[in-house]
């Protein structure tokens, strides 16, 4: 079942798997793009003091971003063995305002007890992300913000995705804005706004192509700069930060 892959997914993923986890961002490749993504999600979110929600936590090194930047954090995951490494990241980085709780965020009752939420890159592992949302609404105080920031159209069907669910047996499904909006206002939210992914700013911008035509074009500067504009323009809508008021 897939809620059991992903309480086993630490316990799938071998010894190096599990310490590139728990030391991400700086353990991936990516990092850079990451940093990127977690300002652009702050910038999105109510300023500190505020208590916020980060859910699907994983090993908690986004949340230990968040407490430091000043939120009161409650971190979630469904996994114990998730919550038992994010309890070390927390007590390796010295941070108080942060505390981490085993549930599920699709039958959690946390009623009105947060200013924001964040799913980054892990609703999409849901079985039932109409259940999670509503939680969530739930969860939020009345003027609460909830910040969707997920892989959208294509997700669920490309290989890495493919891979990754027959081999751990957890869900990867398509999660794009038009659904997390339709799902928001069932649930109650009454207001919503969608913002680029840093992914479409990165690539167009920052990363270096590696096939030779695009190096060719991408030696130009106005050429990033247009590709850019196109993709967080038009793209957005196919893969973009949803911004869900309560």
Not at 26 to 55: H, N, Q, R, V, W
Not at 65 to 86: H, S
Not at 183 to 200: C, D, T, V
């Amino acid at each position: 079942m897939p809620k059991q892959g992903e309480k086993d997914y630490l316990k799938n993923i071998g010894q190096a798997g599990i310490e590139h986890a728990i030391n991400k961002p700086f353990s991936d490749e990516k990092c850079g793009y990451y940093l990127m993504e977690l300002g652009a999600i702050m910038e999105l979110l109510p300023k500190p003091p505020a208590t916020l929600l980060d859910l699907g936590c994983g090993t908690g090194w986004t949340s230990c971003f968040f407490a430091k930047r000043g939120y009161e954090v409650t971190g979630q995951d469904i996994a114990e063995d998730m919550i038992v490494c994010a309890n070390k990241n927390k007590d390796k980085e010295g941070l108080k305002n942060i505390n981490f709780i085993e549930c599920d965020y699709e039958n959690m009752n946390l009623d009105n007890k947060f200013d924001c939420a964040v799913f980054y890159d892990s609703l999409h592992h849901s079985e039932d992300e109409k259940e999670a949302i509503k939680c969530v609404y739930k969860s939020l105080k009345d003027g609460g913000v909830l910040i969707v920031c997920e892989p959208g159209k294509g997700h669920g069907s490309n290989l890495e995705s493919l891979d990754a669910a027959n081999k751990y047996k957890v869900t990867e499904k398509d999660m794009p804005p038009d659904l997390i909006i339709k799902i928001g206002k069932e649930a109650g939210f009454r207001e919503y706004k969608i913002y680029p992914r840093m992914i479409q700013l990165y690539k167009a911008i920052y990363l270096h192509p590696e096939r030779s035509i695009l190096k060719k074009m991408f030696k130009f500067n106005v050429v990033r700069i247009m590709v850019a504009i196109y993709l967080m323009v038009f793209y957005k809508n196919r893969m973009g930060i949803v911004v869900l008021k309560k």
